[in-house]
């Protein structure tokens, strides 16, 4: 598995606007994406962290490839505080209920 995030730090009054246009342009273009796994965005305003998970580095890199992030922050950019900060990650343990 392959997961990358993403954290946005949006400015005062922009949080919902900017967490409308992340489902708009990101949520709703992963699904059904291939090796596509699942796709999250936790909030705590005025910050968002997004979450994709992938079945392997190349499907997320096919993703990204499509242009849809870059779009995405032609939209976002008068939004945020800073650049949004990405970390690529490797799942040591999971465990669900």
Known sequence: ????????RFLPGKFEDACRLWEEEIFNHA???PGFVRMQLLTA??????????????????FMGTGVFKELMSKLDAMLTEAPEQAVWDLRHFAEG
């Not at 598995?1 to 946005?8: C, D, G, H, S, W």
């Not at 305003?45 to 890199?61: D, E, F, L």
């Open 31 to 33: 699904k059904g994406q």
């Open 1 to 8: 598995m392959y997961t990358a995030t993403m954290l946005y």
């Open 45 to 62: 305003p005025p910050v968002a962290m997004a979450i994709g998970t992938w079945k392997s580095s190349s499907y997320a890199r096919r």
